[in-house]
């Protein structure tokens, strides 16, 4: 049984998920304008990411019988000290992600909703390799810090992202 408190929860989620969506699409604008090509195209695809995320949860709401209500999202940062406080930003956000889905979680086995719980494990997972994700690349970007030139390598790497479609049936 879907319980109105798991629905409502559910339903914050997909409101965080395109929150997210919204800061990663702020923060490729913010790329954008500082001609740093490869780091835009890797926000552009996160925040794709993030809208397959709210989509996700959205038609397990309606599998569930449940009834998605969407709210105002939230307006994002435009602006930034530096590429590598964009990147703090990105890790402490997608840490914060993984608080609200921990959250679900136990939401999930107070209710005894086990249908949620395991929907909610490929979220779990997912959040791991989005915290190592942008992790990795803060690392890499803290890395050049006296070597400026370096983050030009990093955005060309960064430009080399691709997606997984979502259909299985190849990249974007």
């Known amino acids: 049984m879907f319980s109105e408190k798991m629905q409502q929860a559910m339903n914050q989620q997909v409101n965080a998920e395109m929150y997210s969506s919204y800061l990663y699409l702020s ?21 794709q990411e993030e809208l397959m995320h709210a989509m996700k949860i959205h038609d397990f709401i309606h599998e569930r019988g449940g009834k998605v209500k969407l709210t105002a999202i939230e307006e994002p940062p435009g602006n930034w000290e530096s590429p590598q406080a964009v990147f703090e930003n990105v890790l402490s956000h997608e840490q914060k992600v993984t608080g609200l889905i921990n959250d679900l979680v136990d939401l ?8 949620s719980n395991i929907f909610l494990q490929w979220f779990v997972t997912e959040q791991v390799e989005e915290e190592a994700s942008a992790d990795g ?22 430009g080399q992202r691709t997606m997984a479609c979502p259909c299985g049936q190849g990249r974007v």
């Open 27 to 47: 923060m490729a604008g913010y790329f954008e304008g500082k001609n740093l090509p490869g780091c835009a195209r890797w926000m552009r695809m996160q925040a």
């Open 108 to 115: 999930a086995i107070q209710e005894k909703d086990h249908a």
């Open 137 to 158: 690349v803060l690392q890499k970007i803290r890395l050049t810090a006296e070597a400026p030139g370096g983050l030009f390598v990093i955005d060309q790497e960064l």
